[in-house]
C-alpha cells in the first residue's frame, strides 16, 4: 500500500505565504514524479505543479514565479512553497505521486488526501 500524507495548508492573508507537504510511504520501488494539484469549488481539478526525478519542473502560467515545486528523494517528499498567494489560489490542494509500487509493476497515480489552502483579500 501507498500513502501520501499532505501538510502545511490552512487560512492565509493575500500576498502572504505557505509551504505545503507531502510525503510519499509505503511499498515504493520508484518515483517518476511528483505534483501539486488543486481543485477549487466548481472547478475542475488542475496541475499547479510538477517535478521529475532528475528534477526538472513545470508550472501552471498562473503561479509560475510565485510558487516553487521541490523534492526530496531520499524522503519521498515533495514541497510547494507558495509565496504571494492571491484569493484566487483559494483552493483544495492534491498531492500526485507516479511511481511503481514494485519492480515488474508499472507505474500509477496515487493521490494524496487533500489540503484546503485558503487566501483572504
Known amino acids: 500500500q501507498v500513502q501520501l500524507v499532505e501538510s502545511g495548508g490552512g487560512l492565509v492573508e493575500a500576498g502572504g505565504s505557505l509551504r505545503l507537504s507531502c510525503a510519499a510511504s509505503?511499498?515504493?520501488?520508484?518515483?517518476?514524479?511528483m505534483g501539486w494539484y488543486r481543485q477549487a469549488p466548481g472547478k475542475q481539478r488542475e496541475l499547479v505543479a510538477g517535478?521529475?526525478?532528475?528534477?526538472?519542473?513545470n508550472y501552471d502560467s498562473s503561479v509560475k514565479g510565485r510558487f516553487t515545486i521541490s523534492r526530496d528523494n531520499a524522503k519521498n517528499t515533495v514541497y510547494l512553497q507558495m509565496n504571494r498567494v492571491k484569493p484566487e489560489d483559494t483552493a483544495v490542494y492534491y498531492c500526485n505521486a507516479y511511481l511503481r509500487a514494485t519492480w515488474y509493476g508499472a507505474p500509477s497515480d496515487y493521490w494524496g488526501q487533500g489540503t484546503q489552502v485558503i487566501v483572504s483579500s
Open positions: 517535478i521529475i526525478s532528475g528534477g526538472s519542473t
Open positions: 509505503g511499498s515504493i520501488f520508484s518515483i517518476n514524479s
